[in-house]
């Protein structure tokens, strides 16, 4: 089984609701590392604008990139639910290191501002899941534009689009992720 | 607490449901887990639809507990004013030197030398300003200020045009509408009440068509908006005037609706098409003073017409402008000329932030009573004044835009009294208050200066004495914050921080000191259950207290004015006339052109017209953020990472002076300077630029700001009906 978020990127307000209660779930302090990040993507000029915004907390590749570019063999991946989990003792730190951020297309790798900080990303919420709770970010969106679950059964629910703006599915690697983007104008100017 | 909450989640000793009050708009339901009497992480609402799931704000609760800038304990000034050095006392030398101040004002000067001011920092039932309001008034009353920051244009305008202030319907209604028009409204910044945004993203999907009209491509926009219609602050009645002008010609409006409810139709026509002065208000004339494209105007006039139904959301950041009223009842005589009011789907084009009945008037016992304010009471109503049935509205007689100059004039500038004594509650003076400069010198010339806060902000450095309160989590009490749909009970997660207390537990101690036996003599517990008791829609105390909030289910959505419509015989508007009002003889009889009978468009001072404007060409507009309630939560680390303080400024502007994304840049007029940094946007209309308010002043050795506080650049005006007009700035910018 392969655990997968979903994004309806036509309701997200880009409020940071998800990234503010994800900091708070997972004792994480104001400072570099975020699990989970909200971008602004702007395009157009006054006065056609045009404003999406995009979530980013660690896809959970069905073939991550991270697993395989660790040397210490730090990240890896559980059979059970396909979430990709950091073991931060074996990790050997950014000053030495971040070969993950490197090979990891969606900057899912997060360091703090410490000596040395070792790697910490989103972990799903893992413990959330075996109390039937959904991720904290999911569940606490004001505007319903998230969800997750199996990703047979996020697709059943919401197709199997995986474009979305400022988002581009890797082949190789499979984030387990499923959008509703939000439709850009074609008249959008850069 | 209930076992099957402690068990919840491992780790944490129990899970306390509860809410809390800062005046956000939402205000909604926390799941807070507490370990060893310390909060550890809050969750949201995933109980029983409607869910009231909290924002970034409610999230980040734990660090504004713990904000290493909290006032942990009672202080003394130690330097000169606002310099910000303070030493411990207790709690009962300070309240002592409170008291023993009071009473040397009054006594000195008159009780009237005491200016109380409070704003909604904690906007909590029991717990909030009206425990010193009745302290004051017993201790023999204080001066008052009247007028909100908020919405005086719009109330003015609702009281004259329907008679009431309960304009609004429940958000739901919005589900019902076919085409929806934001006026300067952005409720994923504001909020204005939990869900506000989910049921815009619903109406969207279920088909209606969502149209902005905006100085700025607001998130709210980008997010729901079809179309985007630029429009020149200041200059909203003239084309909601233009509309009005393209539906009369095209004879689209609701003539059974205006013949049926309203008076004063034909003068406002008049008006419109010149024949009052020989001036039509067609589009083409309101382009030349809006910026908006003719034909936009007639599109948008023509769809507002001819969908049915239609809800006008006239946001209130419009109508903080010069004569702001003049916005608010163009709105509403739009809405009434369209057929929209009263109807499902429909909007009065009353404040988008109006109340809306049932949702709004909470049932509830009355609870602690403030009693009467003897210096207040006892004058003489003020000027421009509609009758109302609010208390709150009448008091005071000098608007809070003027707080500044009436303590620096006193009665020899005209004001009604020499003020000594600044009595500040759970606001942030003069940090939220127009023209920060000249509240800076008022705060200077005071003899006593004491508030209640929570943290050391820009404006606790002003005090003589600052006395700690306690946030939402650290007390048992009630919020009622915005009409957002909900009771919520606030249950205490955790003790106090620090020395810090509750309003009420103050004010019983200050009126021991002041030698008033008879303040209270009840406990919270006592009267937070007896304010249930007297509730019509709360069967029991202890569940309520249990769940932390008891949703509000309305068999239907509601709408305002829907009984006033559907059987006018029995249900007269609240008004003289016993109708919708777009010519009101009660405006008629105040005699002064800048409150015209009918609605008109008026130009403001400091507008692009301004001579004023060779020297200082760009319209400031002053929004709001995501992650502030105005000047709260601007502290807290989490969220100002989110979004830095800057001063947006649109391309074409940036260009020609040079000014990079990024760049240090000067913002002032002859009122203040500030160096920020500049967001340069695609967003925004050329000859506007946008600082979001709310953040902290913070001045340099020369006086200039680096906090990046707005209203050091604001006038310290008001309209004649009572708008704000902090959206009526001229500034210049250039490089730093």
Known sequence: MQLAFYFDQTRCTGCYTCVVACKDWHDVPAGPASWMRVSTIEKGRYPKPFVAFLVTPCYHCQEPACVPACPVGAITKRAKDGIVIVDREACLGKDSCQLCLEACPYGAPQFGAEENATMQKCDFCLERW????????????PMRALDAGPVSEMEARYGQVRRAVGFTYDEKLRPSVVFKPKPEPAAVQR | MVDRRDREVTGSDK????????????GCLLKVHVKDGVVTRIETDDGEEPQYRACLRGRAFRQRMYA?????????RVGERGEGRFERISWDEALGIVASEMKRVKEAYGPEAILYKWSGGDTSVLNSATCHY????????????????????????????????????TRDDLLNSRLIIMWGWDPANTIQQTNTTWYLAQAREAGARVVSIDPRYTDTTATFADEWIPIIPGTDAAMLVAMAHVIISANLQDQRFLDAYTVGFERFKDYVLGKEDGVARTPAWAEAITGVPAASIERLA????????????????????????????????????????????????????AVAGPIAYYSLGRGMRAGRNPVEHTAPPRKNLIPSFGVA??????????????????????????????????????????????????????????????????????????????????????????ATGFYGYMNKAVEPVGESRCHLDICMALAEKLGIPDYNDKTDDEWLREIVAGSNDIADYDTFKRDGIHKIRLPEPYVAFKKEVEDPQSNPFPTPSGKIEIFSQRLAEMNDPTIPP??????????????LAQKYPLQLVTTHFKRRAHSQYDNLPWLRELQPQAVSISTADAQSRDIKDGDMVRVFNDRGEMIIPARVTERLMPGVVDIPQGAWYDPDERGVDRGGCCNILTRDEHSPGGAYCSNTTLVQVEKA
């Open chain 1, 130 to 141: 075996e109390e039937g709770k959904l991720p904290i970010c999911v569940a606490g969106c």
């Open chain 2, 15 to 26: 899970v306390v449901y509860t809410t809390h009050s800062s005046h956000c708009g939402g």
């Open chain 2, 68 to 76: 290493p800038d909290r006032i942990l304990h009672p202080m003394r």
């Open chain 2, 134 to 169: 009745r302290l004051l008034n017993m201790f023999g009353g204080c001066s008052e200020v009247w007028g909100t920051f908020s919405f005086d244009g719009g109330l003015f305008a609702e009281l004259a045009t329907y008679g009431t202030v309960d304009t609004g319907n």
């Open chain 2, 302 to 353: 023509r769809d507002y017409a001819t969908t049915k139904p239609a809800a006008l959301m006239a946001g209130i950041a419009p109508g903080r402008t010069a004569y702001g009223e003049q916005y608010h009842r163009a709105a509403m005589t739009l809405a009434a000329m369209t057929g929209n009011v009263g109807v499902h789907g429909g909007s009065s084009g009353g404040r988008s932030w």
């Open chain 2, 393 to 482: 509205m009448r008091r005071g007689r000098v608007n809070v835009a003027k707080m500044s100059d009436a303590i620096l004039r006193g009665k020899a500038g005209g004001y009604p009294a020499d003020y000594k004594l600044l009595y500040l509650v759970d606001t942030n003076y003069p940090n939220q208050y127009l023209n920060v400069n000249k509240a800076v010198q008022a705060l200077r010339k005071l003899e006593f200066v004491v508030m209640f806060e929570q943290f050391m902000t820009a404006g606790a450095r002003f005090a003589d004495v600052l006395l700690p309160t306690c946030t939402s989590l650290e007390k048992n009490d009630m919020a009622l914050d915005g």
């Open chain 2, 598 to 611: 009918i609605p008109k468009y008026i130009e403001t001072w400091e507008s692009r017209n301004d001579p």
